[in-house]
């Protein structure tokens, strides 16, 4: 099993940036493609963005394209979001997820997701 911690949410401005990062072990971490979701109140949780086992494809929301970016470190086992110009609506818990194994490629479902981290609370304020 991946054991998966987010770190690096808080409180934010609209217009500001912040980096997730999410530190995993337990796990060959280089076996595993990862994504990030985000769940806000009453929401269900959806996929923010994806990336494949080397990095080699990434995939994004639309209303995250331009604004996010997607990376893993193989060798420190994290991955990490890149956010920028955060809007309000930006603010949710997002979530890292180590997925299934499988071919190689990207993971765009939650179900495609065995393993999860704890989540980290990201609130933009207007």
């Known amino acids: 099993q991946v054991q998966l911690v987010e770190s690096g949410g808080g409180l934010v401005q609209a217009g500001g940036s912040l980096r997730l990062s999410c530190a995993a072990s337990g796990c060959t971490f280089s076996n595993f493609a990862m994504g990030w979701f985000r769940q806000s109140l009453g929401k269900e949780r959806d996929v923010v963005a994806a990336?494949?086992?080397?990095?080699?494809?990434?995939y994004y929301v639309d209303f995250v394209k331009g604004r996010f970016t997607i990376s893993r470190d193989n060798a420190k086992n994290t991955v990490y979001l890149q956010m920028k110009s955060l809007k309000p609506e930006d603010t949710a818990v997002y979530y890292c997820?180590?997925?299934?194994?499988?071919?190689?490629?990207?993971?765009?479902?939650?179900?495609?997701?065995?393993?999860w981290g704890q989540g980290t609370q990201v609130t933009v304020s207007s």
């Open positions: 990336i494949s086992r080397n990095g080699g494809m990434t």
């Open positions: 997820a180590a997925a299934s194994p499988g071919p190689y490629g990207l993971r765009k479902a939650p179900n495609e997701y065995a393993d």
